[in-house]
């Protein structure tokens, strides 16, 4: 026997490491000595002389014998002072031994290479420095003529010899059928099959977990984000996205180096149905457990970590802050989100508490699904609801400072409300009515565009949209055929004014940020609106403005005569007249 090489990444292999398939062994012939060793208490090899033939112990003079460790972790066994070379029985299993050493590495017997680990024969899968491997044992050697590729074990990596005896590692699938697996430069592969060769074939884009397709969960490391639920599903190696009912039995891979895989498993309980989504709004991932919204054939439900909610008992309140509002996920119809329905509720009511603890109230959601609060009109009549709780009213309560008497059974208003120049808030918008009529709205005129008025407890002047049906204008410009002094349009008439994001109408300077020249780049643009009637000012205009010094400047100014933005400063000077600061003049 001529040893062809001794590796020396594998001489770090201790006796712990065995393989989990050893080669299966022949008859123990009866001229192999037996080898007690004990594995707990095997100590370092000493500093040796060899003198006539022998080793000896340097400092106690006495011949080697036994068991020993070398500075490279590799076990030797001596008799006499000489070191064991052949096949012994160590521990009920063949062991060969070179010169004292039990060999580790490649050697050639009988035209076949075989792989050693801690003098024994490996044949099978193995794991070395939480490294998983597969050993092929006997292969051909690669010298041989007719091209067949052969493998090999070498250093932490499997290889495959050609005919030109070249070394490449192993890509792809190796080893026996039972213990075939895909291998990615020699490891087995964990993770996604996208390295470069792979494009095309049926393994590419799929997800391994220790050479094979997972088909199972794995577990994302939650980082800087501290995320949570960052839980993939796997079916054959390919990302799964839809529901998925929990066996206990599925593999688990987990690239989340802050838990443990027990922390991981705690999220998924065995027997219970998971949505896994393709959402990334929330997470930045995809094929996570779904955590809120969530529609399904038309019909939206409410996730919390992967599991529906509101399936047991009545169902179950939620709040979504996205949306701020609150939610009832309705047990009879499977955790949907109800809309258009009043539900009991035993949580906390304030002043409308049916029970003496303050719980138990009727609450309405809206055709969104929303929890109604304040005012409610419907063709039964009108309803109130605690803007807090959103317990409806029933019998006598007192609202804004006025008395309203509602039924104490249906909560149906009884003593009837007449709006009367207010707002009524619906459905998110504001509605201005007068004398209980909706104002600023006439479907029936196909001509009419609105009102405009003025409502001394804000003092500000709205426009009431009649395409938004009679809904406040907000962030909008409209044109009125109202007087605009000397920015009329048709002499004193007809003007453009501005409602700001309140609804007010804009008075004075105002801005507007738009695209600038440059792509991706922004600036504002200024406006002014006459202090009196609110018309946007067009053309040469004076306007008498107050320096930050206190003395009263005549700035004259040119505005677009179609948009009426600011186009430019001609002049300013000192002003010694009598015209109201703020005030503006068309001069031509």
């Known amino acids: 026997m001529m040893k062809q090489k001794i590796l020396a990444t594998l001489t770090t ?4 490491l065995v393989c989990f398939l050893a080669l299966t062994m022949t008859v123990f012939a009866e001229e192999y000595p037996v080898i007690n060793r004990e594995e707990t208490d095997v100590p370092d090899r000493p500093t040796t002389v060899k003198r006539d033939g022998l080793f000896y112990n340097s400092d106690t003079n006495t011949v080697l014998d036994g068991w020993f ?4 972790y590799e076990l030797q066994y001596y008799q006499n002072g000489v070191g064991y070379t052949g096949i012994a029985i160590v521990d009920g299993e063949e062991w060969k031994f070179e010169n004292g050493t039990a060999l580790n590495g490649e050697y050639e017997e009988n035209g076949r290479y075989v792989t050693y680990i801690d003098g024994k024969p490996v044949n099978g899968p193995y794991t070395y420095m939480g490294n998983d491997f597969f050993v092929p044992g006997h292969v051909d050697s690669y010298t041989n003529k007719n091209g067949t590729v052969t493998e090999a074990a070498v250093g932490y990596n499997c290889w495959r010899y050609a005919e030109n005896g070249y070394q490449d590692s192993v890509n792809g699938w190796y080893g026996p059928e039972e213990y075939r697996r895909f291998y990615r430069r020699g490891i087995l592969l964990s993770g996604i099959a996208d390295s470069s060769g792979l494009e095309g074939t049926p393994e590419y884009g799929k997800y391994f977990n220790k050479g094979l397709p997972l088909t199972g969960f794995r577990a994302y490391d939650d980082g800087m984000y501290n995320r949570t639920y960052l839980i993939a599903c796997y079916i054959d190696g390919e990302r799964y996205f839809g529901h998925y009912q929990v066996t206990g039995n599925e593999e688990w891979s987990t690239e989340s180096y802050k838990e443990s895989m027990e922390y991981w498993k705690s999220y998924l309980e065995a027997g219970k149905t998971y949505l896994f989504s393709e959402d990334e709004t929330k997470t930045g991932y995809t094929g996570i457990l779904q955590e809120g919204f969530y529609e399904e054939n038309g019909c939206k439900y409410w996730y919390e970590g992967g599991i529906r909610q509101g399936t047991e008992g009545r169902g179950k309140e939620i709040y979504d802050p996205a949306t701020d509002a609150w939610y009832w996920l309705d047990a009879v119809d499977n955790g ?11 949580s906390y009511a304030g002043a409308y508490a049916d029970r003496p603890d303050g719980t138990g109230k009727w609450v309405r959601y809206d055709e969104n699904g929303h929890m109604i609060k304040g005012w409610c009109d419907t063709e039964k009549g009108t309803y109130y609801f605690d803007p807090e709780t959103g317990a409806m009213a029933k019998g006598t309560a007192v609202i804004d400072g006025k008395e309203y008497a509602f039924d104490k059974n249906t909560g149906l208003l009884t003593t009837q409300k007449v709006h009367d120049r207010e707002w009524v808030s619906v459905d998110g918008k504001e509605y201005w009515y007068e004398n209980g009529v909706r104002q600023g709205y006439d479907p029936e005129n196909p001509d009419y565009r609105g009102k405009e008025i003025y409502d001394p407890a804000s003092d500000a002047w709205y426009w009431l949209d009649n395409i938004q049906q009679g809904a406040k204008a907000v962030s909008k410009d409209v044109y009125q055929e109202s007087w605009a002094g000397s920015f009329g349009d048709n002499g004193e008439y007809g003007k453009w004014v501005r409602y700001d994001e309140n609804g007010h ?3 004075g300077w105002d801005k507007i940020m738009v695209e600038a020249e440059i792509k991706g780049h922004y600036k504002y643009v200024w406006y002014y609106f006459d202090l009196e ?3 946007m000012a ?17 700035w004259i100014y040119i505005f677009d005569e179609v948009d009426g933005h600011k186009v430019e400063s001609i002049s300013h000077e000192n002003y010694t007249g009598d015209r109201e600061v703020g005030s503006a003049i068309r001069l031509e």
């Open 336 to 346: 949907k989100v109800a809309t258009g329905k009043d539900v009991y509720q035993e």
């Open 533 to 535: 009637t609110g018309a």
């Open 69 to 72: 460790e070398n500075y490279q």
């Open 505 to 507: 109408m804009v008075k």
């Open 13 to 16: 292999v201790t006796a712990a």
């Open 538 to 554: 067009k053309g040469k205009v004076s306007i008498i403005e107050l320096s930050p010094d206190g003395v009263l400047q005549e």
